[in-house]
């Protein structure tokens, strides 16, 4: 047992991109066969948080064969991996594992709640928020955020408006998330009305008004703030310069964030479409140089699918996947469909 649990404390502090599975596995099967249920739970647990999506599901199933029953901590390591891999289906075991076990800690129905609403399941979500009894602000948070991604504003303000009833206060991560859910619904007097009440929140209104067009105005404020503007402030400004055409402002956003040297390659590509489309090829090029410099790669995308608990990866340029032709003709029947004249 002492071996077990060495191996597993040693395991937190190692990278095992290399670790096969199976090893995992028989680690696990140990644990079981001298009862060490703690070592397999924390197995778990090291697993999740070091990104090992795959392993960490597999030593789920192995915990479940084995007879170990999850703890509220196994679920709140699992629920994570199941949204980064977009997992309806192992979210609802993980559900029914906390209905059955009792497991009534609100962080963990807080964490399900965030998690259905990542897998597009608002109405799950809104099930896990509407049947908790003691709602606190990270309930609230998530409620929001979900509805946020949705562009369902008026869902979101329905939810604050509870939420004030309730007289609990907001803190600024409840504040930029709702404000948020205004901007993608296009809600921007209530967002700003929002504002107003929460002036000393900094950092949240050039979205707002960039959502207007209002781009002098925006740079004004960001200017003007008593605070350092971090880079997502002016990553915020930037595209609005972009979508608008404002490459004045733009470039001075873009030496903001330059200077701040972003190891976010999100801005840097950013940066290179304002010069490419303000047709600055030699900004182009310099920035790619600066780039290969600092060796900042944009990773390949990547999406997935479960489909009938069996995860379904794709990943940009690659035609591997076995049911290619079949998909691809579903695909270009459905843009067949949209090129179709429509009758209002």
Known sequence: ??????????????????????????VVKACASVSELTSGR???????????????????????ARGMRPNTVTIMNLLPVCAHIASLH???????????????????????????????S??????????EAHKDLVMFTSMIAGY????????????YSHMMDL??????????????????AGLIQDGLHIFDSIRTVYGLKPTMEVRRGR?????AFVTEMPVEPNENIWGTLLRACITYNRMDLGRLAANHLLQGESEDIGNYVLISNMYAADGKWEGVKELRKLMKKKEMKKPAGCSWLDVDGKMNVFMSGDSSHPRRNSMFDVLNALVVQMKEPVAF
């Not at 190692?14 to 596995?25: A, F, I, K, N, Y």
């Not at 070091?50 to 392993?55: A, T």
């Open 42 to 64: 924390a197995l778990h647990g090291c697993v999740a948080k070091l990104g090992h999506l795959g392993e960490a599901i597999d030593v789920f199933r192995e915990i479940q």
């Open 167 to 184: 007289g609990i206060k907001p803190d600024h991560v409840f504040i930029t998330t709702l404000l948020t859910a205004c901007c993608h």
């Open 215 to 219: 781009l002098d105005d925006a740079y």
């Open 122 to 131: 608002l109405k799950n979500a809104y099930s896990v928020f509407q049947l």
């Open 1 to 26: 047992m002492e071996v077990l649990r060495q191996f597993v404390q040693s395991f937190r502090f190692l990278s095992v991109s290399g670790v096969d599975h199976r090893v995992l596995s028989d």
């Open 148 to 159: 946020a991604v949705h562009g369902m504003g008026e869902e979101a303000l329905m939810i």
């Open 90 to 120: 192992l979210v609802g075991q993980c559900h029914g594992y906390i209905i059955r076990g009792g497991l009534g800690d609100i962080r963990l129905k807080g964490t399900l709640l965030d998690v259905y609403a990542k897998c597009g």
